[in-house]
């Protein structure tokens, strides 16, 4: 009596086609490729013959590294244990050093703050003891001014003293840019009007 089998099974079994097989001659299992790789993306070379075709595989593509959440490598209720030890221990230092009259005298202790309403960069300079830029540049250009004016006195046919000149102008209307007020303003200086905008700059 034939095996019952199901109906899946038959039709399976019916579109499998069976080859005879010859015990003299051995079975050989083709070479399949990985699902990364296409047809003709493989490298050729020639020290490795390893498929039919004189191909080789190539590398997998490598995958990106995505960083874990600090969370996955730290406990959580350690580092929650930790950061309120350190506050514990923050706020014993306060209370310590205030018994211990470390706050007793500061400067400015019971006078109110002051709150800078000036520019801030001014305020840092002011506070680091730096002068401003333009008061910087009015004293080199004062400098400047006496140097040719004793040159012009003492050597008037010196060609250089143009060139001085020259110099000291393009400072001065630099200095006009950057001075905070017209009152600071100062005019350019010529041969003739050297010295007497010499007597300003003092």
Not at 72 to 81: C, H, M, P, Y
Request: overall charge neutral; some cysteine; charged content about 30%.
């Amino acid at each position: 009596m034939p095996e019952r089998r199901s109906g899946l099974l038959q039709n399976v079994d019916a579109s499998v086609t069976r080859l005879p097989l010859d015990p003299a001659k051995p079975i050989r299992y083709a070479r399949t490729k990985p699902f990364y790789m296409k047809a003709g993306n493989y490298a050729m070379s020639s020290s490795r013959n390893n498929l039919p075709d004189g191909g080789v595989y190539s590398e997998p593509p490598q995958r990106p590294i995505i960083p874990l959440p600090a969370d996955t490598f730290e406990d959580r209720q350690v580092a929650i244990l930790h950061y309120r030890r350190m506050n514990h221990w923050l706020d014993e230092a306060f209370e310590e050093c205030k018994r211990n009259g470390g706050f007793d005298h500061l400067p400015g202790k019971g006078k109110p703050v002051e709150v800078p309403t000036e520019d801030v960069l001014q305020t840092i300079l002011k506070n680091a003891k730096v002068p401003p830029p333009w008061i910087m540049l009015r004293k080199d250009i004062q400098e400047s001014i006496e140097y040719t004016l004793e040159l012009l006195q003492t050597h008037p046919d010196e060609p250089s003293i143009d060139v001085h000149i020259k110099d000291i102008n393009k400072k001065i209307t630099q200095l006009n840019i950057q001075s905070p007020s017209l009152s600071l303003h100062r005019r350019k200086v010529t041969r003739e009007t050297l010295e007497a905008e010499f007597e300003k700059w003092k």
